[in-house]
């Protein structure tokens, strides 16, 4: 794997480490600048929704750059807006730079992932998708914990600092290792893209990982209160039930990488099927400690192993619109991680207990499991190298 593709995973650390290092941050953000944590809350809610909206749209405003040239742009941009936020003492301004940051983000990974795709060869899309990706959750088993730990002893303005210090590091590799290659004039423009991503087995495959996602989010935005209040650990255990989960999806995502450009549907159809097995024999055992620990570990390899494949998938089955496909991915990624923790917030809301979470991500990775199976049934199948969906659907 060229030394660039490895480059993109550490700014996508930097990333990552900053699209969920605020859930630490909140209150101490919240009493800084005068407002209520709920209003807090909108920091998150703000990045998401930039992150989903962003993937495409930025994606296709730099349809015409040079990649190298994008890549820079965009996480220089990313760098700044930590900058700006670090330092600003009006929660309007703090609440812009995330939404800038979520954009710039989206772009980077929208950009990184075809950059990746491309230096690695025809071949190897997986792979490189694995290395972008490990970036996130190496940011969940480090940079997180990192994040609250700066927050905690120097205050919430240091985590910023922290992110936009990962971040120049990953400017100057980029600068030093990413090829700069010009425009080629008869490079796809945004209507051919666009015409690609008709494929239907491509919507099919978009949807199937948004449901996966969506039921991974879902299960570890709760993930405290099952273990304090089902499995009966204290809370002080919470990192390390975190960090089981960051393990476990990392080891996921390089056993995905190294499955999807081989054998993507079985990764997708056995691997789907014993995620959702997983979700539902989680909620059986979660009172019971050497259980649910095993299960938080299983069910992070499970996850990342199967959304990394699904993300691959989409990337050989859109080859004639790379960037286009890269963004597209991002934002059906991230509608699962909006989707997924808001139906398991309804479930608790509605009274159904702390296991309900657990139910959703199971009931949300069948529904996607159920779509794959019927549109293969109506001939839209899914693809693994080949551009037919027909090797990932079950």
């Keep these: 794997m060229p030394f660039a593709v490895y480059v993109l995973g550490l700014a996508v650390f930097a990333q990552g480490?900053?699209?969920?290092?605020?859930?630490?941050?909140?209150?101490?953000?919240?009493?800084?600048?005068?407002?209520?944590?709920?209003?807090?809350?909108?920091?998150?809610?703000?990045?998401?929704?930039?992150?989903?909206?962003?993937a495409p749209l930025v994606a296709m405003l730099s349809l015409r750059w040079p990649r190298r040239m994008a890549l820079l742009a965009f996480l220089v941009t990313f760098l700044l807006s930590h900058v700006a936020g670090a330092v600003t003492t009006s929660f309007g301004v703090l609440l812009l730079t995330r939404v800038t940051a979520a954009l710039a983000m989206a772009g980077f990974l929208a950009v990184g992932l075809a950059t990746a795709a491309g230096l690695a060869g025809p071949q190897a899309k997986g792979r490189a998708t694995s290395v972008l990706l490990s970036g996130v959750t190496l940011a969940c088993v480090a940079g997180v914990p990192l994040g609250a730990v700066l927050g905690e002893v120097w205050g919430w303005r240091a985590a910023f600092w922290g992110v936009a210090a990962l971040s120049a590091p990953a400017v100057v590799a980029i600068l030093r290792s990413v090829p700069s290659t010009p425009v080629d004039p008869d490079a796809p423009t945004a209507r051919h893209e666009l015409r690609a991503l008709r494929?239907?087995?491509?919507?099919?495959?978009?949807?199937?990982?948004?449901?996966?996602?969506?039921?991974?989010?879902?299960?570890?935005?709760?993930?405290?209160?099952?273990?304090?209040?089902?499995?009966?650990?204290?809370?002080?255990?919470?990192?390390?039930?975190l960090a089981v989960f960051g393990v476990g999806s990392f080891i996921g995502v390089n056993l995905g990488g190294r499955l999807a450009d081989r054998r993507p549907r079985?990764?997708?159809?056995?691997?789907?099927?014993?995620?959702?097995?997983?979700?539902?024999?989680?909620?059986?055992?979660?009172?019971?400690?050497?259980?649910?620990?095993?299960?938080?570990?299983?069910?992070?390899?499970?996850?990342?192993?199967?959304?990394?494949?699904?993300?691959?998938?989409?990337?050989?089955?859109?080859?004639?619109?790379p960037r286009l496909s890269g963004g597209f991915a991002t934002a059906a990624m991230n509608v699962g991680a909006a989707v997924g923790p808001a139906l398991g917030g309804a479930a608790l809301g509605a009274g159904l207990g702390y296991r309900s979470p657990l139910l959703v991500s199971a009931v949300l990775v069948a529904a996607a499991l159920a779509l794959a199976a019927v549109t293969r049934g109506t001939g839209a199948g899914t693809t693994g190298r080949a551009a037919t969906l027909r090797d990932v659907q079950p």
Excluded: K, R
Excluded at 204 to 217: P, Y
Excluded at 292 to 303: E, K, M, N, T
């Design 17 to 54: 480490t900053s699209e969920f290092m605020l859930s630490g941050l909140l209150p101490d953000i919240a009493a800084d600048l005068g407002v209520s944590i709920p209003a807090a809350g909108t920091l998150t809610s703000a990045f998401a929704i930039g992150m989903i909206v962003g």
């Design 199 to 241: 494929h239907p087995g491509l919507v099919v495959t978009l949807l199937v990982g948004a449901g996966v996602n969506g039921a991974t989010f879902c299960s570890f935005t709760y993930l405290a209160p099952v273990t304090t209040e089902v499995t009966g650990l204290g809370s002080g255990w919470l990192p390390g039930v």
């Design 266 to 321: 079985p990764v997708v159809l056995v691997g789907g099927t014993a995620l959702l097995a997983g979700w539902l024999l989680f909620a059986l055992t979660a009172a019971h400690p050497v259980a649910a620990l095993g299960f938080v570990f299983v069910q992070g390899v499970l996850s990342f192993a199967v959304g990394a494949t699904l993300i691959s998938q989409v990337l050989y089955l859109a080859a004639e619109a």
